[in-house]
């Protein structure tokens, strides 16, 4: 599956963002999705991940109770809705998925085959 993030820019510290996730070549249906993302000089790390059906979702602890990820299967879509941002959250976000994923993986960037090519997000002081 084919993906494309977008949504990001500047914003300035405590504004909001709506990152987007679409998917051509296949149905978001039946895919976990997450979100990871790259800070400067930093390594790849979680953010957020939903099963198919979102009865499971995972966030980290760093955007816990900031970030919401949801999906719109009928639109082939999945969204990170970040509030209360903080110039830590800078950095380059990426969407991936997986039909696979087991929940004690969904941390895991090894579980997810398909990735999108990333949308930077910048939070000023």
């Known amino acids: 599956v084919q993906l494309q993030a977008s949504g990001g820019g500047l914003v300035q510290a405590g504004g909001s963002l709506r990152l987007s996730c679409t998917a051509s070549g296949r149905t978001f249906r039946r895919l976990t999705v997450a979100w990871f993302r790259q800070a400067p000089e930093k390594e790849r790390e979680f953010v957020a991940a939903s099963k198919w059906s979102s009865s499971s979702i995972a966030y980290a602890d760093a955007v816990k109770g900031r970030f919401t990820i949801s999906r719109d299967n009928s639109a082939n879509a999945v969204y990170l809705t970040m509030n209360s941002l903080r110039p830590e959250d800078t950095a380059v976000y990426y969407c991936?998925?997986?039909?696979?994923?087991?929940?004690?993986?969904?941390?895991?960037?090894?579980?997810?085959?398909?990735w999108g090519q990333g949308t930077l997000v910048t939070v000023s002081s």
């Open positions: 991936a998925a997986d039909p696979s994923v087991i929940l004690s993986s969904l941390r895991s960037q090894s579980a997810y085959k398909d």
